[in-house]
């Protein structure tokens, strides 16, 4: 969330910082339900990017929404669930498949 008329350094970061968030609350999604099918995951996760995004610029003085930053939600949330449907089961631990 980088101020309107920020550097564009600021802005490339902010989309790096939106990427690595929303994988980290796809990783928790994951964990937090183990026999949720991955694309809910993915679907809750960048829904509330999109949801979020949409009420930044709705409601927030001086915020405005972003396309591009909702986009990085949904690479962050995608990246990790590549990670769990590629990655993970070649370790022999995909936490989607566990019983709880």
Do not use: C
């Not at 937090?32 to 709705?58: C, D, N, T, Y």
């Not at 949330?77 to 990670?83: C, D, P, S, V």
């Amino acid at each position: 969330m980088v101020p309107t008329g920020a550097p564009s350094s600021a802005l490339h970061l902010d989309k790096i910082l939106h990427l690595v968030a929303y994988g980290v609350l796809t990783s928790g999604m994951v964990f937090a339900w183990p026999k949720r099918a991955l694309p809910h995951i993915f679907a809750a996760s960048f829904g509330l990017g999109v949801i979020l995004e949409f009420m930044q610029g709705a409601f927030a003085i001086g915020r405005t929404a972003s396309v591009f930053d909702a986009m990085a939600n949904g690479a962050g949330a995608l990246l990790i669930i590549g990670f769990w449907v590629w990655i993970w089961p070649k370790l022999g631990l995909n936490p989607a498949k566990q019983e709880t």
